[in-house]
């Protein structure tokens, strides 16, 4: 049980360029997330997925997708890489609804991206 | 204000020492709180939810007031390797679905 995987682990881009992050879950839970940390800073939620083919913007989504073809897979895309999308982009996944005590989100082991 | 705010620190204690966080929050309709743990450069990883009567984990206590609109942690008998960023996550309903909101994170350093 490899949890949540995510690769690269790390990449440089230039401006402009475009990537996929890669992220997969093997513990069969419908939500997924996709988080950037600063340095310094909390976690900020750019999109996330309560299912298969269901999606949904976080608190910065600007410049980035996302797809749920699968329940495993969420991979997040930036099209037109810019300095300031440079963070540490975390992926997530939990079992059920954030709703009650005790649900947590298992995360992967983050990918650092810079953008020269 | 910010939905979620805690202080950065770092808290420098020795070891043996007691130590305790505080997280305020905005939204009063919040349903749901947790403590995370994140070691340099790794990913966040659950300490423990925070329950409406409070809960104790070993050396670790988390209370819920939301009267007040906080949550603490408490360590007792600090360890050198409770060394770590605690972010404190607020659950909130936004949308149709239950959004988390992450602390920037409290900074504790624990010395011999």
């Known amino acids: 049980n490899a949890g949540v995987t995510q690769t690269p682990k790390f990449r440089i881009l230039k401006i402009g360029q475009s990537m996929t992050l890669q992220c997969t879950q093997d513990m069969n839970h419908n939500y997924m997330y996709w988080y950037r940390q600063d340095p310094g800073m909390g976690l900020k939620l750019i999109y996330y997925?309560?299912?298969?083919?269901?999606?949904d913007k976080g608190e910065v989504p600007n410049g980035y997708n996302v797809s749920r073809s699968t329940t495993e897979d969420f991979p997040l895309r930036l099209e037109l890489a810019a300095p300031s999308q440079t963070s540490v982009y975390f992926c997530?996944?939990?079992?059920?609804?954030?709703?009650?005590?005790?649900?947590?989100?298992?995360f992967g082991p983050g990918t650092r991206l810079t953008v020269l | 204000r910010k939905e979620v705010e805690q202080d950065p620190g770092p808290f420098n204690v020795p070891e043996g020492a007691t130590v305790a966080f505080n997280c305020t929050y905005s939204?009063?309709?919040?349903?749901?709180f947790f403590w995370y743990r994140q070691d340099c450069r790794k990913e966040p990883k659950l300490l423990m939810s925070v329950y409406s009567s409070g809960n104790e984990d070993g050396r670790f206590t988390a209370q819920l007031n939301r009267a007040s609109q906080y949550i603490s942690l408490l360590i007792r008998d600090s360890k050198l390797s409770d060394s770590a960023t605690y972010l404190c996550?607020?659950?909130?309903?936004?949308?149709?679905?239950?959004?988390?909101?992450f602390g920037r994170g409290t900074s504790l350093i624990v010395h011999p």
């Open positions: 996550v607020v659950n909130s309903h936004r949308g149709g679905s239950y959004i988390p909101t």
């Open positions: 997530a996944s939990s079992y059920s609804e954030l709703a009650g005590e005790g649900n947590e989100q298992f």
């Open positions: 997925s309560v299912g298969a083919g269901i999606t």
């Open positions: 939204n009063s309709a919040s349903q749901s």
